[in-house]
C-alpha cells in the first residue's frame, strides 16, 4: 500500500471525476504550485497508483460483444493461466477473485463469431482452466470510477 497525503488524496478524486482537469485548475482549487501537481501526478502514476485514460463504450463504438467469463483455475495454475490471458487481444479485464470462481475475464470483440472463436481456439489452449461460465453484457448502465481514494 502506498501512503497517500492529504493532497495525493484530493488530487485523485478529482482526476477520477475529471482526467483532462488542468494542472493549473487542480493548483488554484488546491492552493498550491502547478509545478507540485505535475510532480504529484507523475508520483501516483510512476507507482501504478493513477493511470489516466479515456474510458470507450465497446458497445457503442462498433464491439458489441462485451462478455464476462467466469473462471475455475486450481491455484497452483492461476498464474500460468493469467499470462496466456494476457496474450489474447481482445482480453481486455482480467481478476482474481474468491468465491464460485477463481479469475474474471473481460473479452470485447466485433462478433459473436469472434467471441465464439476466441472460446473454442484460445481458451481451450489454456491448461488449468477447468471451466468457465460467461455472461454477454447488452448495455453499459453505469460506469464509474470514483473508488479508491481514501485513507484506512
Known amino acids: ?10 488530487l485523485l478524486k478529482e482526476l477520477q471525476k475529471d482526467g483532462k482537469k488542468s494542472y493549473t485548475h487542480l493548483a488554484e482549487q488546491f492552493d498550491t504550485t502547478v509545478a ?8 501516483l502514476m510512476d507507482q501504478d497508483v ?7 463504450n465497446p458497445i457503442k463504438t462498433g464491439n458489441p460483444f462485451v462478455c464476462i467469463f467466469g473462471m475455475k483455475v486450481p491455484m497452483n495454475k492461476q498464474q500460468s493461466v493469467i499470462d496466456e490471458l494476457h496474450k489474447i487481444k ?22 459473436n463469431i469472434e467471441l465464439y472463436r476466441i ?3 484460445e481458451f481451450s489452449q489454456i491448461e488449468g482452466i477447468e471451466k468457465y461460465e460467461s455472461s454477454i453484457l447488452l448495455e453499459v448502465h453505469k460506469q464509474s470510477y470514483e473508488f479508491g481514494a481514501n485513507k484506512p
Open 1 to 10: 500500500m502506498i501512503d497517500l497525503s492529504d493532497l495525493d488524496i484530493k
Open 50 to 56: 493513477l493511470k489516466i485514460v479515456g474510458v470507450v
Open 119 to 121: 472460446m473454442r481456439e
Open 36 to 43: 507540485t501537481v505535475s510532480n504529484r501526478v507523475q508520483r
Open 90 to 111: 481482445d482480453v481486455r479485464y482480467i481478476s482474481s477473485a474468491v468465491g464460485t470462481f477463481d479469475i474474471f475475464v473481460e473479452v470485447v470483440t466485433s462478433s
